[in-house]
């Protein structure tokens, strides 16, 4: 028994140390050579600072600011979101776009819950850019402007949505639309080894972009880790205007 117990000591401490430190530093190692950019979270600086990763996606809401110059608050207390109308708005998300908590919101198709955040999302959707597009119905809406990813995190948009978000942000930004769907196509990715997926538009790097453009209102996104708690497509208490 003596025996055994020593071997089995034996066993966990050799694992440990080839499972738990020798492999984690050999991969850390070889990820830092191969794709140090990756393997330090893909992130993305303006002027020295970090703004954000190009592989999760953020919010590109404010506070709501009410007639007396203060933060809006709903019955929870907590912030009044609204759309930054001369931003690329980001995939609805469930968690907040936390890159530590990602999911869905695991509600059934056919849910009560799941159509009443749907149909939340497609008013606010309408109400965002119909003003900037009459022609804009229902049946034209992307499917990803009003559902949420099944990360929560999704960096990226369809072209279809991010065409339809052009309209808005040219006109708030005195941009001719054209330089902005040529902007727009400077950021889509093409599908995963040409077949898998779909064509998909980075938000953030999109933004930044046209952030850079001369003549354009210029605003340096926040980042992920610095926004205040955003809203969520259907369990969250923060209320939204104008967002998904």
């Given amino acids: 028994m003596r025996k055994d117990a020593i071997t089995s000591l034996l066993a966990v401490v050799v694992l440990t140390v080839l499972l738990g430190v020798l492999y984690p530093l050999l991969v850390t190692g070889v990820s830092q050579v191969a794709m140090p950019d990756r393997a330090d979270g893909s992130v993305v600086e303006r002027d020295g600072r970090a703004v954000g990763s190009s592989l999760i996606g953020q919010d590109f809401r404010r506070a709501a600011v009410g007639a007396d110059g203060k933060p809006r608050l709903d019955a929870d207390g907590e912030p009044v979101l609204v759309a930054e109308p001369r931003y690329f708005q980001s995939r609805p ?11 869905f919101s695991n509600l059934g198709p056919n849910g009560k819950d799941t159509k009443e955040a749907i149909d939340a999302n497609v008013a606010a959707y309408l109400a965002l850019e119909k003003p900037y597009d009459p022609d804009l119905t229902v049946g034209r ?9 099944a990360s929560g995190v999704d960096p990226q948009i369809s072209r279809a949505n ?21 902007a727009i196509d400077d950021h889509t990715a093409g599908r995963g080894l040409g077949v898998l997926g779909e ?3 980075n938000v ?25 708690r955003p809203a969520t497509t259907s369990s969250s208490n923060t209320t939204t205007e104008g967002t998904r």
């Fill in 93 to 103: 998300s469930v968690t907040g776009y936390a890159p530590d908590a990602t999911a």
């Fill in 141 to 149: 809406i992307p499917v990803d402007a009003v559902t949420d990813s």
């Fill in 204 to 228: 953030l790097e999109l933004n930044l972009a046209l952030d850079g453009m001369r003549g354009a209102t210029a605003s340096v996104p926040r980042s992920a880790a610095g926004t205040t």
């Fill in 199 to 201: 064509p998909g538009v």
């Fill in 162 to 182: 991010a065409r339809i978000q052009a309209r808005r942000v040219a006109k708030v930004r005195g941009l001719p639309l054209d330089r902005v769907l040529t």
